[in-house]
């Protein structure tokens, strides 16, 4: 399928802007807090327009959360601005410095990686950290935005915009797709115009990205999270790291999906459960499980488990419960289940902490600790572009670094090879 022509303006003025935009640090740096500033300056507007959005959508949808601002949430969004501003740019950075016998000094340079696509669902925070992490990198980003969040979108690529002429900067920096389907697939078949896409949102937009792009992509999976309760697990800090993994907010990837719990510590399951009740969490649980809570936790909210609980991102008050006889048997669990997003196990015993760690294959696996934290402002990287789940060029949040490439800068004196 070629472009259709009337994407190719679209990508041939974002090229222009990439060749024309190149901004000292601190240059950058000037334009990101005055975003941070205008955003804040604007949270009235920008929540008169994702109001629209919402308006539009029922708030029962596991996407509602996701799409939802509020004027705290622009505050931490114009915080995250501010923390991408304050770190080192990792452009220009000297990767590895050699002088070959011959005299050619070869040296590996960070470098953009050009223009960066993403494809995203009803998530209208990505379009501000994409902005800001693609503009400290020296991107251009070109987004494409889904109906859902239409509204939103296009005020807060308005208020981008009006940061980056005040600085006399090409707006088409930051370009933003129109919502139509002819737009996605233009955008999957941008060969020469964009380098690298990344998909934001459900396993069936990743899948479909995945399947149809032309264009070179990096994966930012679906979050099927599991958490393994060990027979030497502590009760008191389980408790507290089971419930914040999956309440502290349910739509979002690093929300746990399963807990698996040792047999050996059913009994400990009712108080594991009396915490999650606070918050109506639904559980699927399996026989063994589901049998230690009959009576200690509310009917209505407690079901046995079917075969599909297993394996699913429910992004909603809801979560599987697994029984097992050993650490073996969990692994076996997470391996089959696991989309290679984030793991944890908690237990005391160091020695199985250790083999969890070493042999679970996941972008990020913890110990004792909530799987809430999966995310680049939390790893200290300002913000994130997504989280990748392969394995080719980045994996986990991908902050600043991994928004590079690197080209080879070889200088000579008149050197010519002669075999």
């Known amino acids: 399928m070629l472009v259709a022509m009337d994407y190719i303006a679209y990508f041939e003025n974002a090229l222009i802007a990439g060749r024309k935009t190149n901004l000292a640090p601190a240059a950058i740096n000037q334009v990101l807090a005055e975003l941070a500033a205008e955003a804040i300056a604007q949270t009235d507007y920008l929540l008169h327009e994702n ?83 693609c503009f400290k990198t020296g991107n251009i980003c070109i987004l494409k935005g889904g109906s859902d969040a239409d509204f939103s979108n296009r005020a807060i690529i308005s ?34 115009y964009v380098d690298v ?85 639904e559980l699927f649980a399996d026989e063994a499980a589901y049998n230690t809570l009959i009576g200690h936790y509310p009917a209505q909210l407690l079901h046995k488990a079917q075969p599909e609980h297993f394996g699913t991102e429910f992004l909603s008050l809801k979560m599987a419960v697994k029984t097992v006889d050993s650490l073996d048997e969990a692994l076996d669990h997470i391996a089959q289940y696991s989309s290679k997003h984030s793991e944890a196990i908690i237990s005391e015993d160091m020695e199985r902490i250790e083999t969890f760690l070493n042999r679970v294959d996941a972008a990020a696996v913890y110990a004792n600790a909530s799987t809430a934290f999966t995310d680049g402002a939390q790893f200290g990287l300002g913000a994130e572009i997504g989280i990748s789940t392969q394995k080719l060029h980045a994996r986990g949040p991908m902050g600043l670094h991994e928004l590079t490439s690197y080209k080879w800068v070889v200088k000579g004196n008149g050197q010519i090879r002669t075999a």
């Open 159 to 192: 208020v981008i915009h009006k940061v980056l002429a005040k600085h006399h900067i090409n707006v088409n920096a930051a370009t933003l797709l129109p919502v139509e389907r002819e737009a996605t697939e233009a955008l999957l078949n941008a060969i020469g």
């Open 197 to 281: 896409l990344i998909p934001r949102g459900s396993q069936s937009l990743i899948n479909y990205v995945r399947n149809n792009s032309k264009v070179p992509v990096i994966e930012t999976g679906a979050g099927i999270v599991h958490a393994y309760f060990d027979e030497f697990a502590d009760r008191d800090k389980g408790i507290q790291i089971i419930f914040n993994s999956k309440t502290r907010r349910v739509s979002v990837c690093n929300s746990l999906d399963c807990l698996i719990i040792h047999s050996n510590r059913l009994t400990d399951l009712i108080s594991i459960a009396a915490k999650l009740a606070e918050k109506e969490v």
């Open 51 to 133: 109001q629209k959005d919402l308006d539009r959508m029922d708030s029962a949808d596991p996407k509602y959360d996701r799409l939802k601002l509020t004027a705290q949430r622009i505050k931490d969004i114009a915080a995250d601005i501010l923390n991408v501003a304050a770190l080192q740019s990792p452009l220009g950075e000297v990767l590895s410095d050699t002088t070959r016998p011959n005299g050619l000094h070869i040296s590996k340079i960070s470098v953009p990686l050009g223009v960066v696509g993403v494809i995203y669902e009803a998530r209208p925070n990505v379009t501000f950290d994409v902005f800001a992490l």
